[in-house]
C-alpha cells in the first residue's frame, strides 16, 4: 500500500433538517440545520478511501465546501508513504500555501476547511493501518507523538522537550488504562435533555429517559430568559436529585468523578451553555443568578476568543462555586494556549472540527495536560460525537493519563448516517470504537449522502422541502421526527 497515491477526492454539501425538531437551538443559534462539508480522499484502491468532514449548521455549508476544494487539491498524486512518515510535516504543507493561508490565518472558513481534509488524511492513515483512529495514535512512540504535533506559536506554553517528558512519564499505565476504558467506556455527559426550543415536558421526559440510560452529567441551554432558565432548570434538578428516579441497579458514583461540581443529593451534575451571548460583566450577574441550579460550570458565556473576557468571569463567579469552560469555538492552539495562561478556564472544550485537525488537537491535549485543566470535548453536533470518542481516548490513554473529571458530549440523534456510529452503554459511558476498518468513524452511509445532499437530487430530502412535500418525503423514507 505504500505506493499508493491519493488520486482524487469528491465534496459533498450534506444537511440534515434538524430546525425541524428544535434540536441544536440555543439562546444564539435559534436556526440549526446540522451540516457537514463532507470530503471522500480517493486512492488507486478503491476499497481504501479517506473521509473527513467538518460541522456547520446550515447556510455558508457551500462555503466551507469551496475552501475544502482549494485545499484538497494540493493532495493529489501525493504518494501516501510520503505523507504518512510525518503527520507534522504533512499538516505544515496543508497550512502553508501563503495564498490561502492569507484569509485565515489558522482561523475562519479556511481553518476549519483545513480541518475537514487533515481529518480525512488521518481516516486514511488509521485504515490503511487496520487501526480505529485513537489506536493508531496510542500505538505511537512519544517521539512520533511529538511528530505529528503543531508547535508553532505556543512553545512559550509547552516546548516538544517538555512534550516528550510527559508522554514518556505517562508511557508506563498506558497499556492498563486502555485495557479498564475498553472495560468500562469512557464517561459522557447528555446535551439532549435541554435544547433551548424543547418545551418543558421534552425536558422533563428527556431527563427521565437520559437517567434510565445511565447518564448522571447533564447540560442545559441558558441565555434567553432567566425565568425560563430558572423554570427549565428546576425541572431538570428536581429529576436528577432525586435518588427515586436512578434505575434499578445503578453502580455507585465514585466521588472524585462529581467533586467540586455541585452535584446534587442522588450524585448527578447539571451544567449550563450561554453560546456566547453576553458581554463580560453581564455574564457575571446573569449566572450568579442561575446559583439556585447549582451548575458545575456555565460554557461560552462570552466571546469565544475574549481571554481576558473569560478570566474576569472566571473570577467573578468563583465565590459561587461555579466553574467556566469554553473551547467549541476557540479557532486555534494559540487561543487555548493564552485560556490555559490566563487561568480563564476550569474546562478546556476542544472541537473536533473547530481545531484544524488531529494535529492541532494534539497541541491543545498537551498543553492542558502540563496546566492541569481537564478536557471535555465539544460533540454537539452531527458527526462530533463519532470524532471526540477518539481524542478523548488519545488524551486519557497517552497525554492527561486519567478521566476522573472528564466527561465527553454526547448528543444522541443523525448516529444512523454512519457506517461506525457511537454507542452508549448501561452505565452512561461510551463505547470504545474497536473495528480495525473503522479510521477516525467517519464513514457515512451512502444513502444518507444521497437523501440529504444539499441542493441535492430530485428525490432528496431538500427538493421535496422546496415543494413544500418533506412530511410525505420522511413518511415515505421512514424518517421519525422526535
Not at 1 to 30: C, K, Q, V, W, Y
Not at 114 to 142: C, H, M
Not at 209 to 224: C, D, I, P, R, T
Not at 376 to 395: F, K, M, Q, T, W
Request: charged letters at 25%; aromatic letters at 8%; hydrophobic letters at 40%.
Amino acid at each position: 500500500m505504500s505506493d499508493l497515491t491519493i488520486t482524487d477526492f469528491t465534496i459533498h454539501d450534506i444537511r440534515f433538517p434538524t430546525n425541524a425538531e428544535a434540536a441544536g437551538t440555543d439562546a444564539m443559534n435559534t436556526e440549526c440545520d446540522y451540516s457537514q462539508a463532507f470530503i471522500i480522499l480517493h486512492t488507486e484502491d478503491k476499497n481504501l478511501t479517506g473521509q473527513g468532514m467538518t460541522f456547520t449548521i446550515g447556510r455558508g455549508n457551500e462555503i466551507v465546501c469551496a475552501a475544502i476544494n482549494l485545499i484538497a487539491e494540493r493532495l493529489k498524486g501525493k504518494k501516501l508513504a510520503d505523507l504518512f512518515k510525518s503527520m507534522g510535516k504533512t499538516w505544515d504543507f496543508l497550512v502553508s500555501d501563503p495564498q490561502l493561508r492569507w484569509i485565515g490565518p489558522e482561523k475562519g472558513v479556511i481553518s476549519i476547511a483545513t480541518g475537514a481534509v487533515s481529518n480525512a488524511l488521518w481516516d486514511l492513515y488509521a485504515r490503511q493501518e487496520k487501526k480505529p483512529l485513537w489506536k493508531l495514535i496510542v500505538d505511537f512512540t512519544p517521539e512520533q507523538f511529538v511528530d505529528s504535533t503543531c508547535f508553532r506559536y505556543i512553545t512559550d506554553a509547552i516546548t516538544p522537550a517538555e512534550a516528550l517528558a510527559l508522554l514518556k512519564e505517562k508511557e508506563a499505565g498506558k497499556a492498563e488504562r486502555e485495557k479498564s476504558v475498553i472495560q468500562t467506556g469512557y464517561p459522557a455527559y447528555t446535551t439532549s435533555v435541554g435544547w433551548l426550543g424543547y418545551d418543558d415536558e421534552k425536558v422533563a421526559r428527556l431527563t427521565k429517559e437520559s437517567l434510565a440510560q445511565g447518564f448522571n452529567h447533564f447540560k442545559l441551554k441558558v441565555g434567553a430568559n432567566l425565568e425560563d432558565d430558572l423554570r427549565r432548570g428546576g425541572i431538570i434538578r428536581s429529576i436528577i436529585d432525586d435518588p427515586a428516579n436512578l434505575p434499578a441497579g445503578r453502580e455507585k458514583i465514585e466521588e472524585k468523578t462529581i467533586a467540586n461540581k455541585n452535584a446534587g443529593p442522588a450524585g448527578c451534575v447539571l451544567m449550563v451553555d450561554a453560546n456566547q451571548v453576553w458581554d463580560v460583566a453581564q455574564a457575571v450577574e446573569y449566572v450568579k443568578k442561575l446559583k439556585p441550579l447549582n451548575p458545575w460550570f456555565i460554557e461560552e458565556p462570552t466571546a469565544p476568543d475574549d481571554i481576558s473576557g473569560h478570566a474576569q468571569i472566571r473570577k467573578g463567579l468563583k465565590p459561587y462555586g461555579i466553574g467556566v469552560a469554553t473551547g467549541e469555538h476557540a479557532h486555534n492552539r494559540m487561543i487555548f494556549k493564552q485560556l490555559l495562561q490566563a487561568e480563564a478556564i476550569d474546562v478546556v472544550q476542544i472541537d473536533s472540527c473547530r481545531l484544524a485537525g488531529v494535529n492541532e488537537v494534539l497541541s491543545v491535549l498537551l498543553m492542558s495536560a502540563k496546566f492541569g485543566i481537564p478536557v471535555c470535548p465539544h460533540a454537539g453536533g452531527v458527526g462530533l460525537c463519532e470524532y471526540v470518542i477518539h481524542l478523548s481516548l488519545i488524551d486519557y490513554i497517552a497525554v492527561s493519563g486519567s478521566h476522573d473529571r472528564n466527561v465527553l458530549e454526547f448528543v444522541d440523534h443523525l448516529h444512523e448516517h454512519f457506517k461506525y456510529p457511537v454507542s452508549i452503554n448501561a452505565a452512561g459511558r461510551y463505547n470504545v470504537p474497536l473495528d480495525p476498518n473503522g479510521g477516525y468513524s467517519m464513514e457515512m452511509v451512502p444513502q444518507s449522502i444521497i437523501d440529504y445532499s444539499f441542493p441535492g437530487s430530485p428525490d432528496g430530502y431538500w427538493a421535496a422541502a422546496a415543494k413544500g412535500e418533506e412530511a410525505a418525503w420522511n413518511e415515505r423514507k421512514g424518517v421519525v421526527v422526535h
